[in-house]
């Protein structure tokens, strides 16, 4: 039986259907029979993605440095988690079900490989040819075929099989690469969110949904993962004592805070609007200019970060009541509003994390060295026909006919697998190539 022919069309007889979502909400592209009706759909999505090895793995995946060299900064599982929980209590807020923005927010770094953004964009370049590689495209593809749960009754991977509504909410560009709509600067926009060969589930999820635009759900998850990064990437900044935001007060420091935040975040907004966005931050009372470690300085930090949260949070809140009104908000039903002052105090919290911490630890040397170690993977699974794949995706490379478009399914299926990796277990596999000779096993390939 197919997909198409295997969906569900009565969620409603098989688990509890939360106010404000309309039964097609609750479809799941695969059929299923649930004996447990007392947990809703979307508390069950949140479940399967909790309990996803795919969320375990980001334990051990760059979110701003390796995992293994700060045991206070965030990885990208504590950083989820801290999305998720800021999504939660603000898509409350609105009307929309927690749950389904719960399971989005812990979705969505789920694609991201090895390495961070480094190793997206090696993977993006080795894939050129065959669609690229986007973080964003992955995380559907796992949550809708890599990751295992469910299967089809002719034996197709249906990943997760969240419902509608919450595999929706994962979705922050709904286009194809092809599709993508213009930057406000002008230049290409490389993001996009699904690939050429998971279009079917793609055009199921977006049945009902407005070309072009993500549903209030996704838009919450985007705005939480933004104040999140923003503000815990400042509060490790400082509690690693790499960042004291008394400096922001010399000229130059203060310009390039603003330089940065232009480039990377928001090139549109002027150098003056920088500024005076900082300058509102540094009015709170609560910005610590100065900090010696101490226990009680810790907690002021820890309170400095909660209250920004809360601030950036309730404005939204607040704008999109004073449009939408005071009923229930969820899906298509409404936009979230961002006030423009809290875009760029958002911005330039970034800028500071980016100026103090992303660039004084870049460095090319380590750049070039993950960019090998990822070719190197990817080179060495092409040649030796499953053989250092895991066994799931020797599974999948072995039922891959040879002809036309075999090639370029077998790359994908290879770097699926290495997107699945974490920064450890990639160095790992790579060590484990370079010191066999992966044709006779017996000595060196280099």
Same mark, same amino acid.
Request: some cysteine; charged content about 25%; aromatic content about 6%.
């Given at each position: 039986?197919?997909?198409?022919a295997n969906?569900?069309?009565?969620?409603?007889?098989?688990?509890?259907?939360?106010?404000?979502?309309?039964?097609?909400d609750?479809?799941?592209?695969?059929?299923?029979?649930?004996?447990?009706?007392?947990?809703?759909?979307?508390?069950?999505?949140?479940?399967?993605?909790?309990?996803?090895?795919?969320?375990?793995?980001?334990?051990?995946?760059?979110?701003?440095?390796?995992?293994?060299?700060?045991?206070?900064?965030?990885?990208?599982?504590?950083?989820?988690?801290?999305?998720?929980?800021?999504?939660?209590?603000?898509?409350?807020?609105?009307?929309?079900?927690?749950?389904?923005?719960?399971?989005?927010?812990?979705s969505h770094?789920?694609?991201?490989?090895?390495?961070?953004?480094?190793?997206?964009?090696?993977?993006?370049?080795?894939?050129?040819?065959i669609?690229?590689f986007?973080?964003?495209?992955?995380?559907?593809?796992?949550?809708?075929?890599?990751?295992?749960?469910?299967?089809?009754?002719?034996?197709?991977?249906?990943?997760?099989?969240?419902?509608?509504?919450?595999?929706?909410?994962?979705?922050?560009?709904p286009?194809?690469?092809?599709?993508?709509?213009?930057?406000?600067?002008?230049?290409?926009?490389?993001?996009?969110?699904?690939?050429?060969?998971?279009?079917?589930?793609?055009?199921?999820?977006?049945?009902?949904?407005?070309?072009?635009?993500?549903?209030?759900?996704?838009?919450?998850?985007?705005?939480a993962?933004?104040?999140?990064?923003?503000?815990?990437?400042?509060?490790?900044?400082?509690?690693?004592?790499?960042?004291?935001?008394?400096?922001?007060?010399?000229?130059?420091?203060?310009?390039?805070?603003?330089?940065?935040?232009?480039?990377?975040?928001?090139?549109?907004?002027?150098?003056?609007?920088?500024?005076?966005?900082?300058?509102?931050?540094?009015?709170?009372p609560?910005?610590? *200019? %100065?900090? &010696?470690?101490?226990?009680?300085? @810790?907690?002021? !930090?820890? =309170?400095?970060?909660?209250?920004?949260? /809360? #601030? +950036?949070?309730?404005?939204?809140?607040?704008?999109?009541?004073?449009?939408?009104?005071?009923?229930?908000?969820?899906?298509?039903?409404?936009?979230?509003?961002?006030?423009?002052?809290?875009?760029?105090?958002?911005?330039?919290?970034?800028?500071?994390?980016?100026?103090?911490?992303?660039t004084?630890?870049?460095?090319? *040397? %380590?750049? &070039?060295?993950?960019?090998?170690? @990822?070719?190197? !993977?990817? =080179?060495a699974?092409?040649?030796?026909? /499953? #053989? +250092?794949?895991?066994?799931?995706?020797?599974?999948?490379?072995?039922?891959?006919?040879?002809?036309?478009?075999?090639?370029?399914?077998?790359?994908?299926?290879?770097?699926?697998?290495?997107?699945?990796?974490?920064d450890?277990?990639?160095v790992?596999?790579?060590?484990?190539?370079?010191?066999?000779?992966?044709?006779?096993?017996?000595?060196?390939?280099?």
């Amino acid at each position: 039986m197919s997909p198409e022919a295997n969906r569900l069309h009565t969620p409603d007889r098989l688990g509890i259907l939360p106010a404000g979502y309309a039964y097609e909400d609750a479809e799941r592209y695969v059929a299923e029979n649930h004996h447990n009706r007392h947990r809703s759909h979307f508390e069950r999505d949140r479940a399967r993605v909790l309990h996803s090895s795919a969320l375990r793995r980001l334990a051990a995946k760059t979110q701003v440095v390796a995992p293994s060299t700060d045991d206070f900064v965030r990885n990208r599982l504590t950083h989820s988690l801290e999305v998720a929980q800021i999504g939660r209590e603000l898509g409350k807020a609105l009307g929309c079900d927690p749950d389904v923005v719960d399971a989005a927010c812990l979705s969505h770094d789920l694609g991201h490989p090895p390495f961070g953004h480094n190793g997206e964009t090696a993977l993006a370049a080795m894939t050129r040819e065959i669609g690229g590689f986007e973080g964003n495209a992955q995380t559907l593809r796992l949550l809708v075929r890599l990751e295992p749960k469910i299967i089809t009754e002719d034996g197709h991977p249906a990943g997760l099989n969240l419902t509608r509504a919450a595999l929706d909410a994962t979705c922050k560009y709904p286009w194809r690469a092809e599709d993508a709509p213009q930057r406000p600067d002008g230049k290409p926009n490389l993001k996009f969110g699904v690939y050429q060969d998971d279009l079917p589930v793609f055009r199921w999820m977006r049945e009902g949904a407005i070309e072009g635009r993500k549903c209030l759900e996704a838009q919450v998850m985007d705005l939480a993962d933004d104040i999140s990064y923003s503000v815990h990437d400042v509060e490790d900044a400082i509690a690693s004592n790499t960042l004291q935001l008394g400096q922001l007060a010399d000229p130059l420091a203060r310009a390039r805070v603003i330089e940065w935040t232009q480039r990377w975040y928001l090139p549109q907004a002027t150098a003056e609007e920088l500024d005076a966005a900082l300058r509102r931050l540094e009015a709170s009372p609560v910005w610590i *200019p %100065l900090m &010696d470690g101490s226990r009680k300085d @810790l907690a002021r !930090l820890k =309170n400095m970060t909660s209250q920004l949260i /809360g #601030r +950036f949070a309730m404005s939204a809140v607040e704008a999109t009541r004073d449009v939408a009104g005071d009923g229930q908000l969820t899906r298509y039903s409404a936009e979230l509003v961002v006030p423009h002052e809290t875009e760029l105090e958002i911005a330039v919290l970034k800028g500071i994390a980016t100026a103090f911490v992303m660039t004084v630890r870049d460095a090319q *040397p %380590l750049y &070039d060295n993950q960019n090998e170690i @990822l070719t190197i !993977l990817v =080179n060495a699974l092409m040649e030796t026909d /499953g #053989r +250092f794949l895991s066994p799931e995706f020797a599974g999948d490379w072995r039922e891959i006919e040879d002809g036309p478009g075999a090639e370029a399914a077998r790359l994908r299926l290879v770097v699926d697998q290495v997107a699945c990796l974490t920064d450890i277990s990639a160095v790992a596999l790579h060590d484990k190539i370079r010191g066999t000779n992966w044709r006779t096993g017996d000595k060196p390939l280099w």
